[in-house]
């Protein structure tokens, strides 16, 4: 059965910390190589945030978030962590997370339709 479930979010002033989890179920965790975080504001579209790969072997992140967030997964658990730092007001949306697979000849890598599989989000509130 293909599971995701998000959690974590919540309200943060700027310049705060949050950390998310997307726990999977066992089946999505071993078929899908990569896992993402996206996410959508009001009025935008979806954006890729960070994804992680083959146990950590590939990491992505977009060029709004590089430096702020790092994405990690606890193979054990199979769960999924995005650490969230230095948040800003424009980092305020809903985050999903997603399962796939990110073809290493492909660039963009943070495109939503390599993820196959996605979960019902979470809120993330950033305010100055």
């Known amino acids: 059965q293909v599971q995701l479930v998000e959690s974590g979010g919540g309200s943060v002033q700027a310049g705060g910390s949050l950390r998310l989890s997307c726990a999977a179920s066992?089946?999505?965790?071993?078929?899908?190589?990569?896992m993402g975080w996206f996410r959508q504001a009001p009025g935008k579209e979806r954006e890729g945030v960070a994804a992680?790969?083959?146990?950590?072997?590939?990491?992505y992140f977009s060029d709004s978030v590089k430096g702020r967030f790092t994405i990690s997964q606890d193979n054990a658990k199979n769960t999924v962590f995005l650490q969230m730092n230095s948040l800003k007001p424009e980092d305020t949306a809903m985050y999903y997370c997603?399962?796939?697979?990110?073809?290493?000849?492909?660039?963009?890598?943070?495109?939503?339709?390599?993820?196959?599989?996605w979960g019902q989000g979470t809120q993330v509130t950033v305010s100055s």
């Open positions: 997603a399962a796939g697979r990110i073809p290493t000849h492909l660039t963009p890598a943070l495109q939503a339709e390599f993820f196959a599989h």
């Open positions: 992680i790969c083959q146990g950590g072997g590939r990491t």
């Open positions: 066992k089946f999505t965790y071993n078929t899908n190589p990569c």
